[in-house]
């Protein structure tokens, strides 16, 4: 069974940074691409950055284009996400996921359990 565990979720003011780990309980999984959703109460999940495992390509929701950084790390078998210039409205539910490409396009099959994040105004 994969385990995505989730850490580095907090409260911070508005303008600061957080990282965000996720670390993959096992090597032996199928997998193309990790990422990073958020949700926030009455509102669908939204995916923040996604990242190809093998080929490092990263691609953000427009709302976090500069201040995010999605990355990964072979070595650890992790997800990172740095958050700069954080905003009130970047407080949310934070998830990883692993993925699997499937007639075009990307299909989670595996979640982590979640971490807050609240940035104060």
């Known amino acids: 069974q994969v385990q995505l565990i989730e850490s580095g979720g907090g409260l911070v003011q508005a303008g600061g940074s957080l990282r965000l780990a996720c670390a993959a309980s096992t090597r032996t999984f199928n997998r193309d691409a990790m990422a990073w959703f958020r949700q926030t109460p009455g509102k669908d999940r939204e995916s923040v950055a996604v990242?190809?495992?093998?080929?490092?390509?990263?691609t953000y929701t427009d709302s976090v284009k500069g201040r995010f950084t999605i990355s990964r790390d072979f070595a650890k078998n992790a997800v990172y996400l740095q958050m700069n210039s954080l905003k009130p409205e970047d407080t949310a539910v934070y998830y990883c996921?692993?993925?699997?490409?499937?007639?075009?396009?990307?299909?989670?099959?595996?979640w982590g359990q979640g971490t807050q994040v609240t940035i104060s105004s």
């Open positions: 990242i190809t495992w093998s080929g490092g390509m990263a």
């Open positions: 996921a692993a993925g699997t490409y499937y007639s075009g396009s990307l299909h989670y099959a595996y």
